[in-house]
């Protein structure tokens, strides 16, 4: 059975930092991009980052870049996002998902995945 299931969420005060796991199951790990994306209330779903199933290249929306850094360890079958300089605008449920390798690294389209969304709020 294939599982994504992310972590590491919660709540974190403004100009604080987060680091999301996604740890995947049932799945050839390597063989897939994982994507991270986001969505508010009220808001469409953002795409926030790609990495590269066995190379490790990563892509970045420009909501993400310079504060997100998007990692994985593929011996732990987890992919990582560390999330700096929050402010209250990155409140919203973050997911990760998985598209196969051939079908190349998007911030969008089609994967064929999808973990379940964990909340991360930014307050004071």
């Known amino acids: 059975q294939v599982q994504l299931v992310e972590s590491g969420g919660g709540l974190v005060q403004p100009g604080g930092s987060l680091r999301l796991s996604c740890a995947a199951s049932?799945?050839?790990?390597?063989?897939?991009?994982i994507g991270w994306f986001r969505q508010a209330p009220g808001r469409e779903r953002e795409g926030i980052s790609c990495?590269?199933?066995?190379?490790?290249?990563?892509r970045y929306s420009d909501l993400a870049k310079g504060r997100f850094t998007v990692s994985r360890d593929n011996a732990k079958n987890t992919v990582y996002l560390q999330m700096n300089s929050l402010t209250p605008e990155d409140t919203a449920v973050y997911f990760c998902?998985?598209?196969?390798?051939?079908?190349?690294?998007?911030?969008?389209?089609?994967?064929?995945?999808w973990g379940p969304g964990i909340q991360v709020t930014v307050s004071s």
């Open positions: 998902a998985a598209r196969a390798r051939t079908f190349g690294c998007a911030l969008g389209g089609v994967y064929d995945y």
């Open positions: 049932g799945i050839a790990f390597e063989s897939y991009h």
């Open positions: 990495i590269n199933g066995r190379l490790g290249l990563t």
